[in-house]
């Protein structure tokens, strides 16, 4: 396999992460929509009117759709962190296949030179949402490359080593050595399928996620155009700005760019010859009895948001008290899912130990009995031959008994 593979295979792994990217932008312009969408709220909150309960209601649908959108958005981010976990999940344990093959198999210096010490995070199936750093997966591809292509490199070295041509040619002409030329054969094709399986792997995984992820990319895309249309912010007046004289931190609201103070100054006359200071002395004079009563409103308006912030705030902290509940909850299950496979596993291996040694008394019982039947043969043999030995001693003394009373007659 060339060396191009291997470089076009680093470019169109990269193109993926070009994708992310691309997908983390259009997030973060989603992030920054819904917080103008928020502050818009905001804005609103604080027209000056006599019934707040009035104002409060008619907003109250204005919050739901900010809430809503947000949570359209959230629910498209948590798939996406499910995708990227899956993305870690496949290539982790391509690396782990990789690796036992090379331990299992491959010669001590190939081992050497692949550096089978450096190890990545571990991957958990029971956490389906973990964010894995993105130098962590890059990583984690760029060691599969390296390993896959010094094994290709080494498979070339061999075959240029071994070259199974001059060693036919040997066996042609009478060496008998046909066994060791399948040998070295049937080795240089198991290292070429490898190769071959692998790349079949990573073509794979780079096909699947850079679909996905350029999916999941135009699914965004449509949710930001969808959060736009339901909620344009181009040109609405409803949007607090910024004063455009330097250093003003007040806001404004509908259309001037002028916070109140400048924009009444920059009204004036351009040949109006007072200074700024002068004009700023003067239209402060012209506020003060205004900005009082202005303070007192926004001084009861304030401590009526207070209080709702305080409200609110305490319902986030009591669902952030739940989030962390159901999160050790989760956690603990498992813990404990761990601890009943770990038990499960165990109870397995000692079943196991005890069917052995079952299977080996049975086994021997099986041996003390097939002997002692054989003993018991060899016995009854004994006996017989002892018997067949008796019977002929007798026929004999029997016989000789005979020829002598016929020799005394």
């Not at 026929?395 to 000789?400: E, I």
């Amino acid at each position: 396999m060339s060396d191009n593979y291997w470089k076009e295979s680093r470019i169109h792994f990269s193109n993926i992460f070009d994708t992310i990217n691309d997908v983390y932008k259009i997030s973060n312009s989603i992030t920054r929509y819904i917080e103008n969408l928020d502050k818009m709220y905001k804005n609103l909150l604080n027209y000056k009117t006599n019934d707040k309960n009035l104002l409060y209601f008619g907003l109250n649908t204005f919050y739901f759709q900010i809430r809503f959108l947000q949570s359209q958005y959230e629910d498209s981010k948590r798939q996406f962190v499910f995708l990227l976990n899956h993305f870690y999940a496949d290539y982790y344990k391509l690396y782990k296949l990789i690796k036992y093959h090379v331990e299992s198999g491959s010669d001590e210096k190939l081992k050497i030179k692949i550096d089978l010490e450096l190890t990545f995070p571990i991957y958990d199936d029971l956490s389906p949402y973990t964010q894995y750093k993105e130098s962590d997966i890059v990583a984690l591809h760029e060691y599969i490359i390296n390993i896959l292509e010094t094994i290709d490199n080494e498979n070339v070295e061999f075959a240029k080593t071994n070259s199974i041509n001059e060693l036919q040619n040997n066996h042609q002409n009478g060496i008998p050595i046909a066994n060791f030329i399948h040998g070295l054969s049937h080795e240089q094709s198991i290292m070429e399928e490898y190769i071959n399986l692998y790349k079949h792997y990573l073509e794979f995984f780079k096909n699947f996620y850079n679909d996905e992820c350029m999916t999941y990319k135009h699914k965004l895309e449509t949710l930001f155009e969808n959060i736009k249309d339901h909620a344009p912010l181009d040109n609405n007046p409803l949007l607090k700005k910024i004063c455009k004289t330097d250093n003003c931190s007040h806001g404004i609201y509908l259309n001037t760019v002028f916070c109140e103070l400048h924009y009444k100054l920059n009204k004036k006359s351009t040949n109006d010859n007072i200074n700024i200071k002068e004009r700023v002395t003067i239209e402060l004079n012209e506020t003060k009895p205004e900005a009082t009563d202005e303070l007192n409103e926004t001084k009861s308006e304030a401590t009526g948001e207070l209080n709702e912030t305080k409200s609110e705030a305490t319902i986030e902290l009591k669902v952030k008290d739940i989030t962390n509940a159901i999160e050790l909850k989760e956690k603990e299950a498992s813990i404990e899912l761990k601890e009943k496979t770990a038990s499960i596993e165990l109870k397995e291996k000692t079943a196991a130990i005890e069917l052995k040694e079952k299977t080996a008394a049975i086994e021997l019982k099986e041996k003390e009995a097939a002997i002692e039947l054989k003993e018991k043969e060899a016995a009854i043999e004994l006996k017989e031959k002892e018997a067949a030995i008796e019977l002929k001693e007798k026929t004999a003394k029997d016989k000789a008994a005979k020829d002598k009373a016929a020799k005394k007659k």
